[in-house]
């Protein structure tokens, strides 16, 4: 199977993704802000993460279920 995503690519993605990530906490740490505030921003950053990376990988498999139940009907078509 062929890749999709180059090494360097997934490297800049990866490398991107925990910049921005260390720069968000970095940020919080540094507010100067009570600490239930700090934490509520903390616990925001978190679950707004985690709710990209489920809906990325819902829409992906969405897509793939799609193209396999396209080969399927077509496959179905030609007997």
Known sequence: MKKRNTAAFTFLAWTAFITALLAMFIGIYTLDA??????????????LTMSAFVLQKTIRDNEEDTAHERKYDKAEEEL
């Open 34 to 47: 009570s600490l239930p505030v700090k934490g509520y921003y903390a616990v925001g950053t978190l679950y």
